[in-house]
């Protein structure tokens, strides 16, 4: 009965292998324009799941993961897109700069099931201090 039962699961994990899932990184329209330091941090701990430049882990070729991966990244994609900035207007571009720093602010993002796996996304209170600015300087209206 053992043998039967793994013999169907692995059957089932097999066929699962062939379910379709979108791993597409469409061409980048406008990226978000960020001054130095804070391209460095978002880049680093943002673009894998917010923009067109995600870089698919081995673990997002095998399913049932792969489905998780995918799903994360296409919601992500949803919520800010730094490779789809122009698609924002000037008051969509500072409420999404608003939610990116309270997500942030509150360690909210990344999400702490996404940083065991990419130890390069975590924010130090250094990279918090380097946004910042930034972000209080679009919500105020000048280019910091």
Same mark, same amino acid.
């Given at each position: 009965?053992? =043998? =039967? $039962?793994?013999?169907?699961?692995?059957?089932?994990?097999?066929?699962i292998q062939f379910v379709p899932v979108?791993?597409?990184? %469409?061409?980048?329209?406008?990226? $978000?324009?960020?001054?130095?330091?804070?391209?460095?941090?978002?880049?680093?701990?943002?673009?894998?799941?917010?923009?067109?430049?995600? +870089?698919?882990?081995?673990?997002?070729?095998?399913? %049932?993961?792969?489905?998780?991966?995918? +799903?994360?990244?296409?919601?992500?994609?949803?919520?800010?897109?730094?490779?789809?900035w122009n698609r924002y207007d000037a !008051?969509?571009?500072? !409420?999404? $700069? !608003?939610? $990116?720093?309270?997500?942030? +602010?509150?360690?909210?993002?990344?999400?702490?099931?996404? =940083? %065991?796996?990419?130890?390069?996304?975590?924010?130090?209170?250094?990279?918090r201090a380097a946004i910042r600015p930034?972000? !209080?300087?679009?919500?105020?209206?000048?280019?910091?």
């Amino acid at each position: 009965m053992l =043998k =039967k $039962i793994t013999l169907v699961v692995l059957v089932l994990f097999v066929v699962i292998q062939f379910v379709p899932v979108d791993r597409e990184n %469409p061409p980048v329209e406008q990226e $978000i324009a960020l001054p130095g330091e804070v391209a460095s941090v978002v880049e680093r701990a943002c673009y894998n799941c917010h923009s067109h430049e995600t +870089d698919w882990p081995w673990y997002g070729y095998v399913a %049932p993961v792969s489905w998780l991966v995918a +799903d994360h990244v296409h919601h992500a994609r949803e919520h800010v897109n730094f490779s789809t900035w122009n698609r924002y207007d000037a !008051e969509e571009r500072l !409420e999404k $700069i !608003e939610e $990116i720093w309270e997500e942030v +602010d509150e360690g909210a993002m990344p999400p702490w099931y996404y =940083k %065991p796996v990419h130890p390069e996304a975590r924010l130090s209170d250094a990279d918090r201090a380097a946004i910042r600015p930034w972000v !209080e300087g679009q919500l105020q209206g000048t280019s910091e």
